[in-house]
């Protein structure tokens, strides 16, 4: 009998970042440029096919970064598989806020440890690339950033433009059977 793996994601960050636009392009090849926080939850899925061949779905859980939603976030990172951190390339605070509290609360409820073979798989998004103009952090610093978190990697995206969108959940996907 041919078995589904399903791999359950969390994305985490500020509000404002652009989890759900980065998820929305993701999924539905759609951007919206109004703002429109996410309250609580919201999950959607998709089947990514890798390089090998072979094929997962993920289980997307967009959580709204609020500080308001904190308790209900914390319910969903358990037993997280992946989690992808985004900050907002335009916004330096939205980088300073990845090391804590985004990456220690994650560490704290998702219940598997950033080292062990069960780890949970991380990578590191910097969003908004598009607006080259208003840039504060240079890609550099989110790269050194990605290191210190033991991330998977650091992808530049833009989800306005449909820029390494695909890669960086694509990457994250991969990530998980590298350390199988
Ligand atoms: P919360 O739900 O509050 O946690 O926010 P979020 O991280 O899900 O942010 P969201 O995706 O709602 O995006 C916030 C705003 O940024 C919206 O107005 C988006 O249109 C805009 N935005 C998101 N991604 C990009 C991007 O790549 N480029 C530009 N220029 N704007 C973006």
């Known amino acids: ?25 993701f999924v539905h090849a759609r951007f919206r440029h109004s703002y429109q926080l996410t309250v609580g939850l919201d ?60 990456f220690k609360e994650l560490m704290e409820f998702c219940g598997r440890s950033s080292k062990t073979k069960a780890a949970i798989q991380t990578i590191l998004v910097g969003n908004k690339t598009d607006l080259e103009d208003y840039r504060m952090i240079e890609e550099e610093e989110g790269i050194q950033l990605a290191k210190e978190i033991n991330a998977k990697g650091h992808i530049s995206a833009s989800a306005k433009e449909n820029i390494q969108v695909d890669e960086a959940f694509k990457t994250l996907a991969q990530s998980f059977f590298d350390e199988i």
């Open 1 to 25: 009998m041919k078995q589904k793996l399903v791999l359950k994601l969390v994305l985490l960050g500020d509000p404002g970042v652009g989890k759900t636009s980065l998820i929305s392009q």
């Open 43 to 102: 999950i959607s899925s998709k089947q990514v096919q890798l390089d090998d061949g072979r094929t997962v779905t993920l289980s997307i859980n967009d959580i709204g970064g609020q500080a308001r939603f904190a308790a209900i976030r914390h319910m969903f990172f358990k037993g997280a598989h992946l989690a992808m951190f985004v900050y907002d390339v335009t916004r330096a605070e939205t980088l300073d806020n990845i090391k804590d509290p985004w």
